[in-house]
């Protein structure tokens, strides 16, 4: 119960955070609020960091394989990506395209076992559910 709490007030934050993201961009430009977004992101962790476990923040770099290290560009391109398809399709059809592709991604990866992530098994009714999500969009979309 504890996760669906969380997942649900994840998606909450992200919503509110494309907004917000994408005001700051009309006074500034993407770049500038992206990394605005990343640096107060950095300094709420290491805030966070100093307040709580105090372990070794090198220990990240014992990461195998290395590539993991790539978490914070993908960051600074996730914050740019949802600016702009905000700003280009306004916050509920943005939102509904970036959880459907994030669901599809994770989905393939699952069914793929990338990324050290255990592989499971094609299951249908979890392709019928990804449809019903596209159908949603066509639906919301409709005129």
Not at 58 to 83: D, E, H, N, R
């Amino acid at each position: 119960m504890a996760g669906f709490l969380i997942a649900i007030i994840s998606g909450a934050l992200m919503s509110l955070q494309g907004v917000f993201n994408t005001q700051v961009t009309k006074a500034s430009s993407i770049w500038t609020a992206s990394g605005f977004v990343q640096l107060t992101a950095f300094l709420f962790c290491l805030g966070a960091w100093f307040v709580t476990d105090r372990g070794n923040p090198l220990a990240v770099f014992s990461v195998q394989p290395k590539y993991m290290l790539l978490g914070g560009i993908f960051g600074a391109f996730i914050t740019f990506t949802v600016i702009k398809s905000m700003d280009l399709l306004g916050p509920a059809k943005a939102v509904m395209l970036i959880v459907v592709a994030q669901l599809a991604v994770a989905y393939l990866i699952e069914l793929l076992g990338l990324f050290s992530v255990e592989k499971q098994p094609w299951e249908w009714q979890k392709a019928i559910g990804m449809g019903l999500a596209i159908a949603g969009i066509i639906l919301f979309k409709w005129k």
